[in-house]
């Protein structure tokens, strides 16, 4: 099992930044690839970036490509999401994934809000 807990959601207004971060804890986190989702209201949920284990293969939706950036530490334990440059469209519950070896994602952190102000 791994148990993941995000953290640094909030009010921004556009234009502003926020950094995401996810704990991990439980089996090795090195072992698995992670993941960012979010889930606007009235939507599904939609895929935004994604690391490998080492940080050497990183995904990132056309959506934010430019503007949000994946990265991990794995001495924390932790992935991060780094968000630029902020625009109301971005508002939305953002979830961090572990990815299992088949690739889908088995575990599942809480979520955090992110509103983004006009």
């Known amino acids: 099992q791994v148990q993941l807990v995000e953290s640094g959601g909030g009010l921004v207004q556009a234009g502003g930044s926020l950094r995401l971060s996810c704990a991990a804890s439980?089996?090795?986190?090195?072992?698995?690839?992670m993941g960012w989702f979010r889930q606007a209201p009235g939507k599904e949920r939609e895929f935004v970036a994604r690391?490998?284990?080492?940080?050497?293969?990183?995904n990132v939706a056309n959506s934010v490509k430019g503007r949000f950036t994946i990265s991990r530490d794995n001495a924390k334990t932790t992935v991060y999401l780094q968000m630029n440059s902020l625009r109301p469209d971005d508002t939305a519950v953002y979830y961090c994934?572990?990815?299992?070896?088949?690739?889908?994602?088995?575990?599942w952190g809480q979520g955090t809000q992110v509103t983004v102000s006009s």
């Open positions: 994934a572990a990815q299992l070896r088949d690739l889908t994602y088995g575990y």
């Open positions: 690391i490998s284990w080492n940080g050497g293969s990183i």
């Open positions: 439980g089996r090795t986190f090195s072992n698995y690839g």
